[in-house]
């Protein structure tokens, strides 16, 4: 029985008037994996910030271990390290000087802070840049610097705040095999991400936020049934015989692609179902050309989450 | 010994280690802080300096303004070290660790002091091939650097306050410009007694002219006067000041 070791209830921020957090809940269990996922302006920084003690809420309480984070920011600070948008490394030291500063800083005493140090860099496959000051380095590579300066002090929960925007492909896998080692060795981890698929893999639960409320939250297999469906797309040789596998198609989700030779069909991915359609077309010997799926993108979740008017001008009074 | 006042010790030695290896390595902004005060020297001792006649050699009477707008050129790019460190997220990652926050800011302003007393040693030493004959004792001396040690930590506070209100290098970079042009409104290369009557006001009640006169009297004989207690009021006010802003600025970086 896991407990929750991150609890905010009910945050509230504002900015000049601006709402950008907006009665905010959320629980995380110990040891697990939660995403905060939402656009741009949502309010995921905002809500890290306050949760790792940097920012205070207008109302509302958070605790971290059971540490309020107004409170006790020091017990807090104990037990958490936050990873933010930019790599916040001192660009002038080397690799290893940063790591040893962070050693330092969280008192480690000097053996058990070398082998710490050499550990994180052989983990991080950064032992051959060590000695070189940081801003010769990579992106990806201050990147994963900047996570194994968190893990120095060995947090309990550990904040990553879009950890992986503007990075390439292979330095993103890189840090999700990175995150996912650091779940199996117990920490909790709360990550900030824009981007659906990032939540997807990593996450046990996905909190979706925008304009500072929760709109959905869930495990990712159901908040993926539950904010979009895959959809299968089968195109035609010509307008003429799409319109007819339409009709063919009668009784399934289906509608007319915009190019007006492909259909569109809303599927829950199964072998079966797909089975099922092109068998269904065969016997009226209609031969669909390509076959190729559609999975939403987080616009259409939000679209389809955030039936409102754009702009909203809420004040607090 | 774990007390929180050796925490904090060893926090703030741990700051001032970092912030010191960050001197040393942007040696080029070292070397234009110590460059530019000696070329100032020079310009003003071998090309202004026969055209102006004060009664006294010239290099006696220009070297301690050129010290102090040396010291103070130099302090004030602390305000550049704080600024990037705003601007790169490294503020925030620090105050999110059990650490005492703002240690960051004390090894900025440690490495400054130490910094600047070096290289207005080097200022001193190049006076002195020119012709600078400091008549000050052992006590003099002593007085002279409390001083200075007193300036360049004021100024630091004031650059690290400004580091932490600009938050970018380039506003930060600016705050060092406006510093190295406010001695030019000083008794730092002529008299006062020389310039209009309505900028000796300016002159006369701005904090630099006492304590370039009081670094002139300890090092050189010439009349303090009640100028090295006005230089202390002064800074000293300045320093709380600065100190107290800079503090409550930090305390609110993450707003």
Redo the contacts between chains.
């Keep these: 029985m896991s407990r929750i070791i991150v609890d905010a209830n009910q945050i509230q921020k504002a900015?000049g008037g601006k709402i950008v957090l907006d009665c905010l809940d959320l629980r995380v269990e110990e040891g697990s994996i939660a995403a905060l996922l939402g656009p741009n302006g949502a309010g995921k920084t905002t809500l890290v910030?306050i949760l790792?003690?940097?920012?205070?809420p207008d109302a509302g309480a958070a605790t971290i271990a059971g540490h309020d984070v107004v409170r006790e920011p020091?017990a807090v600070?104990?037990v958490?390290?936050?990873t933010?948008?930019?790599?916040?490394?001192?660009?002038?030291?080397t690799g290893e000087?940063n790591l040893r500063?962070a050693a330092?800083?969280?008192?480690l005493d000097p053996r058990e802070g070398r082998a710490r140090i050499h550990e994180l860099l052989s983990r991080f496959q950064l032992t051959d840049a060590a000695r070189r000051?940081v801003k010769t380095w990579s992106g990806g590579m201050k990147r994963k610097l900047d996570l194994a300066?968190s893990l120095i002090?060995r947090p309990r929960v550990l904040f990553l705040d879009e950890p992986t925007t503007g990075l390439d492909p292979r330095s993103r896998n890189a840090l999700w095999d990175i995150v996912r080692d650091l779940k199996r060795s117990g920490v909790t981890v709360l990550l900030t991400t824009q981007y659906l698929d990032e939540a997807d893999q990593l996450a046990d639960r996905i909190t979706l936020i925008d304009h500072g409320r929760v709109i959905a939250e869930g495990a990712a297999e159901t908040l993926k049934r539950q904010i979009g469906r895959d959809v299968v797309v089968l195109t035609f040789p010509d307008h003429r015989t799409a319109t007819h596998a339409l009709l063919t198609l009668r009784g399934q989700p289906a509608t007319l692609g915009t190019t007006g030779d492909a259909v569109h069909i809303a599927t829950d991915g199964s072998a079966a179902h797909v089975h099922g359609l092109l068998e269904t077309l065969q016997a009226a010997s209609i031969a669909a050309e390509t076959i190729t799926f559609l999975t939403p993108t987080l616009d259409d979740v939000f679209l389809s989450l955030t039936a409102r008017p754009e702009t909203r001008s809420e004040v607090y009074a | 010994m774990t007390g929180p006042f050796a925490l904090s010790l060893s926090d703030s030695y741990a700051m001032t280690a970092r912030s010191m290896r960050g001197v040393t390595r942007q040696i080029d902004a070292l070397v234009t802080s110590i460059m530019l005060p000696i070329f100032l020297m020079l310009l003003f001792v071998y090309v202004f300096g026969g055209a102006i006649s004060i009664g006294v050699d010239y290099v006696q009477y220009v070297v301690p303004g050129v010290i102090v707008l040396c010291a103070g050129f130099g302090a004030a790019s602390t305000a550049v070290a704080v600024a990037s460190d705003m601007q790169h997220g490294v503020i925030d990652r620090f105050r999110s660790l059990p650490i005492v926050g703002s240690s960051v800011l004390i090894g900025h302003v440690a490495a400054s002091v130490a910094t600047n007393l070096f290289s207005t040693a080097i200022v001193i030493g190049v006076a002195y091939l020119t012709g600078f004959r400091p008549t000050a004792g052992p006590l003099e001396w002593l007085g002279a650097i409390g001083l200075l040690v007193l300036f360049i930590l004021a100024l630091s506070w004031v650059a690290t306050a400004i580091g932490l209100l600009v938050k970018n290098v380039e506003a930060a970079n600016g705050a060092t410009f406006f510093m190295l042009f406010l001695p030019y409104l000083s008794s730092a290369f002529v008299p006062t007694d020389t310039m209009p009557d309505a900028l000796q006001v300016v002159t006369c009640h701005q904090p630099f002219t006492p304590m370039i006169e009081a670094l002139r009297g300890l090092l050189l004989g010439t009349p303090i006067g009640n100028n090295a207690w006005l230089a202390i009021a002064w800074f000293g006010g300045i320093l709380v000041v600065a100190f107290l802003a800079a503090t409550m600025l930090f305390n609110r970086a993450g707003e």
């Design positions: 900015y910030r790792s003690t940097l920012t205070r020091r600070r104990a958490i390290s936050l933010g948008q930019y790599a916040a490394l001192d660009e002038l030291l000087e500063l330092r800083l969280w008192k000051p300066m002090g």
